[in-house]
């Protein structure tokens, strides 16, 4: 009986076909941080933020009032603004606390739901919360309940669709505590607009009930077949709540 036994040729290439079809764990862990819509959405909050910073404050305002969603210039057509909105914040020394705080929450979502998902949940959580705010003035000003110079207020910020990302993780967490924390956020949402009584706060509570709606679509749909979070994972989802705490009640 003769054995065959590959060339030294064959079993080199059948090594190197092996080590690129199945990545070292090292690197399949690396690739989990492969979060372009996390690195791109962040370098350009700070790099807005830093351009605004070193204006003066009549430009600065100039600057935020331009970008604003505010009732203004959402009635002269300026539908832009619900994008660029979502680029400014208002106060540089906030953002300063704001912007690694989001990094968690963005990245945590981005991990867990792609980054499509965490496009579409964050954009319904900022666009939709901010139409629905405005729908809401525009009646109130028209009824005469509101005084008019609010339709010219400033609205920017991250914080629609941070809210958004933290409804919707609860996703994330076992059965027996997401009614925990749906209730918890709402209730928090709730004494939020209570204490501070500004369309503000109504928005932050209209984006955490459209991030727990996406998260209910998700867990009807069947899309929560995710592994546990590790103890990093834990940790963002913690760092994502402290910013959730500061938006709604801060």
Request: proline residues 4%.
């Amino acid at each position: 009986m003769v054995m065959l036994s590959a060339s030294p040729a064959e079993a080199s290439e059948s090594a190197v076909t092996t080590a690129t079809t199945t990545p070292p764990s090292r690197l399949r862990r690396l690739r989990r941080f492969f979060l372009p819509v996390t690195y791109g959405y962040v370098a350009l909050l700070i790099a807005v933020t830093a351009l605004v910073a070193a204006l003066s404050n009549s430009a600065q305002t100039k600057v935020v009032l331009h970008a604003s969603t505010n009732l203004h210039n959402l009635l002269r057509g300026h539908f832009g603004t619900l994008f660029s909105s979502a680029l400014v914040i208002g106060d540089s020394d906030a953002a300063l606390m704001i912007i690694p705080l989001l990094v968690c929450a963005l990245a945590l979502a981005e991990m867990r739901f792609g980054s499509w998902h965490l496009v579409r949940i964050f954009l319904a959580g900022h666009i939709g919360a901010t139409l629905l705010v405005a729908v809401g003035l525009w009646v109130a000003v028209e009824a005469e309940w509101l005084p008019m110079d609010i339709t010219r207020a400033e609205d920017v910020g991250i914080s629609y669709g941070a809210m958004a990302l933290v409804g919707a993780f609860v996703v994330l967490l076992p059965s027996r505590w997401r009614p925990t924390w749906a209730i918890t956020w709402l209730a928090v949402a709730v004494a939020g607009v209570i204490m501070g009584r500004t369309f503000t706060n109504v928005g932050h509570l209209l984006a955490v009930v459209i991030g727990l709606l996406a998260g209910c679509w998700a867990l009807r749909t069947g899309r929560t077949t995710l592994p546990r979070l590790t103890w990093v994972e834990i940790g963002m989802l913690a760092t994502a709540s402290v910013l959730g705490y500061m938006m709604l009640v801060g």
